[in-house]
Each structure stands twice: as structure tokens, then as C-alpha cells.
């Protein structure tokens, strides 16, 4: 099973971005999905995620600027960004959970990753 995340790059401040994360060998059409983020010199930290019968979760400081989606048929997950801030900086790792499909914040929670794909908003 691989996850591969892509859509990261370097933008200024109000800007967007959207991150893909495409899954092979196996689906997740049932499962929890999500995005993490790793600023540097910090742990990794949640973003959003999306569980497998559709809800959404966000930390408050992305709220109302980030949107997590997914496409079951393509086996993929989804994070739009915008009006990025300097603080959103961060190695971005989309993860999925083997077979629950409720979502949680813990990474620890989450069977699979992407290598990940860095953001970076410059002020």
C-alpha cells in the first residue's frame, strides 16, 4: 500500500494551494483519511481529516481556509488551501487508517502515509 501526496511548492502569503493524495494497493473508501502537517523544529500536528462516511475535522487556526475532500473512485483525498499564512510553512502528510472509518486527530491513529510534500508560504 502506498500513499502518494503531491501539490506542495512555495507561495506568498493569501495564496493557494492543493494537495492530492492518491492511494494504491487497496481502497479507502470506508476508512478515515487525513492530512497532517510537520512545521519545522515541531512535531507533526493534524489538519483536517475525513472520515469514511463523509464527515469533516479541521484545527481551528485552518478553519474557513482549508478544505479536505475526497474521490473514492480515484482513491484519493484532497486538501485546498487558501489565503495560506506563513505559519501554515509545514511538510504536509496525508495519512489513512486501515479500516475505521471515524476520524481521529492522533496520528497514531493512521496505518498508512505519504512521504509527504512541503508548503511554504513566504510573508
Known amino acids: 500500500v502506498q500513499l502518494q501526496a503531491s501539490g506542495g511548492g512555495w507561495v506568498q502569503t493569501g495564496s493557494s494551494l492543493r494537495l492530492s493524495c492518491t492511494a494504491s494497493g487497496r481502497t479507502f473508501s470506508s476508512s478515515a483519511m487525513g492530512w497532517f502537517r510537520q512545521p519545522p523544529g515541531k512535531e507533526r500536528e493534524f489538519v483536517a481529516a475525513s472520515s469514511g462516511s463523509g464527515g469533516t475535522y479541521y484545527i481551528d487556526s485552518v478553519k474557513g481556509r482549508f478544505t479536505i475532500s475526497r474521490d473514492d473512485a480515484k482513491n484519493s483525498v484532497y486538501l485546498q488551501m487558501d489565503d495560506l499564512k506563513p505559519e501554515d510553512t509545514a511538510v504536509y502528510y496525508c495519512?489513512?487508517?486501515?479500516?475505521?472509518?471515524?476520524?481521529?486527530?492522533?496520528?497514531?491513529?493512521?496505518?498508512?502515509w505519504g512521504q509527504g510534500t512541503q508548503v511554504t508560504v513566504s510573508s
Open positions: 495519512a489513512a487508517r486501515r479500516t475505521r472509518a471515524m476520524a481521529t486527530m492522533t496520528p497514531s491513529g493512521y496505518d498508512y
